[in-house]
């Protein structure tokens, strides 16, 4: 099963794979906040995280604050999101995908454990390994 990414943005990302970060966080601020935003919070405050980073970045649309951890991964064993996309949706409220909100309903707003395999699974399609220049 394919991983699905939310909360790529092309912001600050502007070098990065436009496959991955296909999202506009300005195009995402002006759609309409989700009602039921504290749950989905708690949703994705709830995955595991399977990459961390150490550090942080700006926050790329004020320049005001720092976010800890930006760059660090989390996932629900189908999904996988930056750890600043929850600095993101509660500070600006930004609409999210609807698919991606469906799914959260769905799981009435419990993430779910992820088995160590499938988090294995995911960093690998998430980072395939490439072969060495030297080889």
Known sequence: MMIRRVGFFTEGNEDGDPAVYSESLTQAMDGPPAPDEDRILSYLNGGEEI??????????ISGDEWVGGAGSLVTDGEWVWPVDLVHYLSRYHIALPVDFLAHVRKAEYQAPVVPD??????MVELFPKRPSPWS
């Open 117 to 122: 395999e499938r988090a294995r699974e995911i």
């Open 51 to 60: 990459f961390s980073t150490m550090g942080a970045e700006r926050d790329v």
